[in-house]
């Protein structure tokens, strides 16, 4: 076997056997196989593609390249959850300790921002002491007191992914679904959890365009997991707007904070129920009408807000700022940006949106760049909204007074205004 002859049989449509898949992960992975035969590889998967069971056996190759969490000891109560990327998404702050305390076990891996998308590992930072960092033995632990845990991916894990991507960003070989597909599940097959919830966003913010697009990689993602023994169900859900009111890290702690505390309803409390009740519904083995009245009793009861302070807490935070949030720094600058003209938000260009909130400072365009925890956008008026002319569209916040204008700039030209009703959009396009 050579990875020659796996190139050449890729190139001309046929169908790699287990042995051939994995020889090529592991040798791309130990630095015998160079990156330029990876690269071809990678190009011929995107013009022949794969089948089911070769992406299956690709992301189970990726996946045992490196590290692996055992969260075996918890049985079948694991629960991850996985976002596709977007703007103003906090759910994973909400959806953990709403599932720890109707009883499952969130033990998760989360990764930093990069680009116009945010980050938890970020978000939870901006909560003062939070550990991101815990050894293996510190994580088990607190997961077996508290039935949470969320820290920054460790190096270690799935290299062969991470020297994949590396690839197939600067090779032209990103958009291959089986190539993303392998790439998200080989992940979450090594954080460990038996049931995963994937949100799979579709729209302006997001990485796959439509809602077609994202359910057919959303269905391959799902049936990944079940070949490889998890309980995998995806959310297709709108991107075209951001999630929720607030996008930058402090920000969307405050929002998600309030939607614990039942103050704040709307799209990303209901989001943050359909993905809980989701993985409830898997772990419990209950209907998912069951699972939901599970997940809104532990939001009105005030359980999941004390679970969430239990969480912080646990890893060093300082759960006094949830109970009193005027304890979370606030930026020093703001600039309110108005309507141009009367009508009706017809369109928000969501990535022009997540640029503008990295401008003010809140994001990094590559690894390692310092960020501006307390900046950031609330938004007052999205897709379907009337407006007038001068009305308070959002207000930006930084730490850096002469990013302001410019972002402003980016923020309005983000928007499509005219006199054309349109109707609200949907949150969830399908289920899988």
Same mark, same amino acid.
């Given at each position: 076997?050579?990875?020659?002859?796996?190139?050449? +049989? +890729?190139?001309?449509?046929?169908?790699?056997?287990?042995?051939? =898949?994995?020889?090529?992960?592991?040798?791309?992975?130990? !630095?015998?196989?160079?990156?330029?035969?990876?690269?071809?590889?990678?190009?011929?998967?995107?013009?022949?593609?794969?089948?089911?069971?070769?992406?299956?056996?690709?992301?189970?190759?990726?996946?045992?390249? !490196?590290?692996?969490?055992?969260?075996?000891?918890?049985?079948?109560?694991?629960?991850?959850?996985?976002?596709?990327?977007?703007?103003?998404?906090?759910?994973?702050?909400?959806?953990?300790?709403?599932?720890?305390?109707?009883?499952?076990?969130?033990?998760?891996?989360?990764?930093?921002?990069?680009?116009?998308?945010?980050?938890?590992?970020?978000?939870?930072?901006?909560?003062?002491?939070?550990?991101?960092?815990?050894?293996?033995?510190?994580?088990?632990?607190?997961?077996?007191?508290?039935?949470?845990?969320?820290?920054?991916?460790?190096?270690?894990?799935?290299?062969?992914?991470?020297?994949?991507?590396?690839?197939?960003?600067?090779?032209?070989?990103?958009?291959?679904?089986?190539? =993303?597909?392998?790439?998200?599940?080989?992940?979450?097959?090594?954080?460990?959890?038996?049931?995963?919830?994937?949100?799979?966003?579709?729209?302006?913010?997001?990485?796959?365009?439509?809602?077609?697009?994202?359910?057919?990689?959303?269905?391959?993602?799902?049936?990944?997991?079940?070949?490889?023994?998890?309980?995998?169900?995806?959310?297709?859900?709108?991107?075209?707007?951001?999630?929720?009111?607030?996008?930058?890290?402090?920000?969307?702690?405050?929002?998600?904070?309030?939607?614990?505390?039942?103050?704040?309803?709307?799209?990303?409390?209901?989001?943050?129920?359909?993905?809980?009740?989701?993985?409830?519904?898997?772990?419990?083995?209950?209907?998912?009408?069951?699972?939901?009245?599970?997940?809104?009793?532990?939001?009105?009861?005030?359980?999941?807000?004390?679970?969430?302070?239990?969480?912080?807490?646990?890893?060093?935070?300082?759960?006094?700022?949830?109970?009193?949030?005027?304890?979370?720094?606030?930026?020093?600058?703001?600039?309110?940006?108005?309507?141009?003209?009367?009508?009706?938000?017809?369109?928000?260009?969501?990535?022009?949106?997540?640029?503008?909130?990295?401008?003010?400072?809140?994001?990094?365009?590559?690894?390692?760049?310092?960020?501006?925890?307390?900046?950031?956008?609330?938004?007052?008026?999205?897709?379907?909204?009337?407006?007038?002319? !001068?009305?308070?569209?959002?207000?930006?916040?930084?730490?850096?007074?002469?990013?302001?204008?410019?972002?402003?700039?980016?923020?309005?030209?983000?928007?499509?205004?005219?006199?054309?009703?349109?109707?609200?959009?949907?949150?969830?396009?399908?289920?899988?």
């Amino acid at each position: 076997m050579t990875m020659y002859d796996i190139i050449l +049989k +890729k190139r001309r449509g046929y169908e790699l056997t287990d042995e051939e =898949i994995k020889y090529a992960v592991d040798g791309f992975t130990d !630095g015998s196989i160079p990156d330029y035969q990876m690269s071809a590889l990678a190009m011929a998967i995107c013009f022949n593609s794969m089948t089911d069971r070769e992406t299956a056996t690709l992301t189970f190759a990726m996946a045992d390249s !490196g590290d692996q969490l055992d969260l075996s000891e918890f049985g079948s109560m694991t629960c991850d959850k996985h976002s596709t990327g977007g703007v103003g998404d906090k759910t994973s702050l909400i959806v953990a300790p709403l599932v720890a305390s109707c009883g499952g076990v969130f033990a998760k891996m989360s990764g930093r921002g990069l680009g116009h998308t945010g980050g938890t590992i970020d978000k939870l930072e901006s909560i003062r002491g939070y550990r991101t960092e815990l050894s293996e033995e510190e994580f088990l632990e607190q997961t077996r007191k508290i039935g949470i845990c969320v820290i920054g991916q460790t190096g270690n894990m799935t290299p062969a992914d991470k020297k994949l991507y590396a690839l197939r960003d600067v090779t032209a070989t990103v958009d291959s679904i089986p190539l =993303i597909a392998s790439s998200v599940m080989s992940k979450k097959l090594a954080a460990g959890a038996k049931s995963i919830v994937l949100d799979v966003k579709a729209g302006s913010g997001a990485f796959m365009s439509d809602a077609e697009s994202a359910k057919v990689l959303a269905e391959k993602m799902v049936e990944i997991g079940r070949r490889c023994g998890r309980n995998v169900s995806a959310l297709i859900t709108n991107m075209d707007m951001p999630l929720g009111k607030c996008v930058g890290n402090s920000l969307e702690v405050l929002e998600a904070i309030s939607v614990l505390k039942g103050e704040t309803k709307g799209e990303l409390r209901e989001l943050c129920l359909e993905l809980a009740s989701t993985l409830l519904s898997m772990c419990h083995e209950i209907s998912h009408d069951n699972a939901r009245k599970m997940a809104e009793n532990a939001l009105d009861s005030g359980s999941a807000f004390e679970k969430f302070k239990q969480w912080i807490s646990a890893q060093g935070g300082n759960a006094d700022w949830a109970d009193n949030t005027d304890l979370f720094p606030k930026a020093q600058y703001s600039l309110e940006v108005l309507s141009p003209a009367d009508g009706v938000i017809q369109h928000m260009n969501t990535a022009q949106i997540g640029r503008a909130s990295s401008s003010l400072g809140a994001g990094r365009m590559k690894k390692g760049d310092p960020i501006d925890l307390e900046a950031g956008i609330i938004i007052e008026k999205k897709t379907g909204d009337e407006v007038r002319k !001068g009305e308070l569209l959002a207000t930006l916040y930084s730490n850096k007074q002469e990013t302001l204008l410019n972002s402003s700039i980016i923020y309005t030209d983000a928007l499509s205004i005219s006199d054309e009703p349109v109707e609200k959009p949907k949150l969830i396009f399908d289920k899988v």
